[in-house]
């Protein structure tokens, strides 16, 4: 007498497992990538509004002194530190807004420099540095740029 088994056998399993996981070690590294690629894009994007907060602080700095520098000696530069919580700035003349109003993320650490002519870099030993990715982003001259891995 036959029985009428119903179900797959332990080959069958054993070939969808087989296949599943070839296809898991393919898509997962893409993923991965992706994931890591949307990250640094907005640090850098983040990156991008801590540039145009520094030159937003300088045009109204500008205004505010009727034209006259905003930094307390012509040749050092303003600086922004910013500290995960806020960007702030030393060596602006008194009676000036002393942080960036940054829109978005805020560095967890990294200087932002300011010159006389309003050029905004960043310095050469404190790049910016956000959480959400693992590179350190560099400004010259209002432009941003991944400069290293951390």
Do not use: R
């Amino acid at each position: 007498m036959k029985k009428n088994q119903k179900g797959f056998t332990l080959i069958e399993l054993l070939a969808v497992i087989i296949i599943l996981a070839i296809i898991a070690l393919i898509a997962v590294p893409t993923v991965m990538n992706i994931i890591q690629d949307s990250k640094d894009k907005a640090a850098k994007t983040s990156a991008n509004g801590v540039v145009s907060a520094a030159e937003l602080w300088y045009s109204s700095a500008l205004l505010k002194l009727d034209g006259k520098s905003p930094l307390v000696a012509s040749a050092t530069p303003v600086l922004a530190t910013c500290n995960g919580t806020a960007c702030t700035i030393t060596g602006a003349n008194s009676g000036l807004d002393l942080a960036l109003d940054i829109k978005g993320t805020v560095p967890e650490a990294g200087i932002i420099e300011i010159d006389n002519s309003g050029n905004i870099n960043t310095t050469l030993t404190a790049n910016l540095k956000f959480a959400s990715s693992e590179n350190l982003f560099s400004v010259k001259n209002g432009n941003v740029s991944i400069a290293t891995k951390s």
